[in-house]
């Protein structure tokens, strides 16, 4: 199986750019700073490997045309409202964005394994509904280059 290049970056080359990233620099939009952006993005890899579980928010009705938009090319537009964060994001759970990012890495590395020990499970995200290893793939990939936009990490 060939390596996918999504996975890689989010692998290789994430954490080392959001080294790069000071813990209070404030994004293009939305409210968090650095810090809590990398902390958010670790709690959805806590998602995708089901260490959080979280009831669904979308309407069965509509999970299939959510599940399609996951799995695209087109990103999120700025400022997506997320219901199930607060209007005020909750403080860094670390004291340093180097601590922030080595847990990112390590929910990266924790995602890979539980995929590779269970590759036929699928997680059940609040928004996207069930998703393989390969969806997951392409919605975390989606939503960090949302948030690498954000903060001017990418173009």
């Known amino acids: 199986m060939p390596a996918n290049p999504k996975l890689l970056f989010l692998q290789n080359e994430l954490p080392a750019l959001l080294l790069?990233?000071?813990?209070?620099?404030?994004?293009n939009?939305?409210?968090?700073?650095?810090?809590?952006?990398?902390?958010?993005?670790?709690?959805t890899f806590k998602i995708a490997s089901c260490k959080t579980l979280l009831a669904?928010?979308?309407?069965?009705?509509?999970?299939?045309?959510?599940?399609?938009?996951?799995?695209s090319e087109k990103p999120f537009r700025e400022n997506t409202d997320n219901p199930l964060l607060d209007k005020i994001p909750p403080?860094?759970?670390?004291i340093t964005m180097a601590a922030s990012v080595a847990e990112l890495k390590s929910e990266i590395d924790y995602?890979?394994?539980?995929?590779?020990?269970?590759?036929?499970a699928i997680t059940k995200n609040p928004f996207f509904g069930d998703l393989n290893f390969h969806e997951n793939i392409l919605l975390l990939y989606k939503h960090v280059m949302h948030h690498l936009k954000q903060f001017n990490l990418i173009k």
Do not use: C
């Open 29 to 43: 939009w939305g409210v968090m700073n650095g810090q809590q952006m990398v902390e958010h993005l670790t709690d």
């Open 91 to 94: 403080p860094p759970r670390h």
């Open 111 to 120: 995602f890979v394994e539980y995929f590779s020990e269970s590759p036929s």
């Open 20 to 27: 790069t990233l000071s813990s209070d620099k404030k994004g």
């Open 56 to 71: 669904r928010v979308t309407p069965e009705a509509h999970i299939e045309k959510m599940k399609a938009f996951a799995v």
